[in-house]
């Protein structure tokens, strides 16, 4: 079992930053792959990037691409989300998943969820 807990959600302005981290424990953080996906009121949880198992792979859709980037530290068991040029569309609850083996960007092939944060973006 993985348990996982996201931080770093907040309020921001149109334009700013923010950085998710997402903590790991139990399990074997480096066998599995990472995503974070988001999900707005009255949506469908959306992906938004995902990392593979040694970092050295990443995919994003083309909503976030050049604004985020995920990355992950293995020693410390956590991976991140640097969100840059935040938008009011980019505000949603922002979750991290884990999936044994090989990055997916399918939410239904993930194995284990955070509780999410929230992040606002004001215009």
């Known amino acids: 079992q993985v348990q996982l807990a996201e931080s770093g959600g907040g309020l921001v302005q149109a334009g700013g930053s923010l950085r998710l981290s997402c903590a790991a424990s139990?399990?074997?953080?480096?066998?599995?792959?990472m995503g974070w996906f988001r999900q707005a009121p009255g949506k469908e949880r959306e992906f938004v990037a995902a990392?593979?198992?040694?970092?050295?792979?990443?995919n994003y859709p083309d909503s976030v691409k050049g604004r985020f980037a995920i990355s992950r530290d293995n020693a410390k068991k956590t991976v991140y989300l640097q969100m840059n040029r935040l938008k009011p569309e980019d505000t949603a609850i922002y979750y991290c998943?884990?999936?044994?083996?090989?990055?997916?960007?399918?939410?239904?092939?993930?194995?284990?969820w955070g509780q999410g944060t929230q992040v606002t973006v004001s215009s």
């Open positions: 998943a884990a999936v044994a083996l090989v990055l997916r960007v399918d939410p239904n092939e993930y194995d284990y």
């Open positions: 990392v593979s198992k040694t970092g050295l792979s990443t």
């Open positions: 139990g399990g074997t953080f480096s066998s599995y792959a």
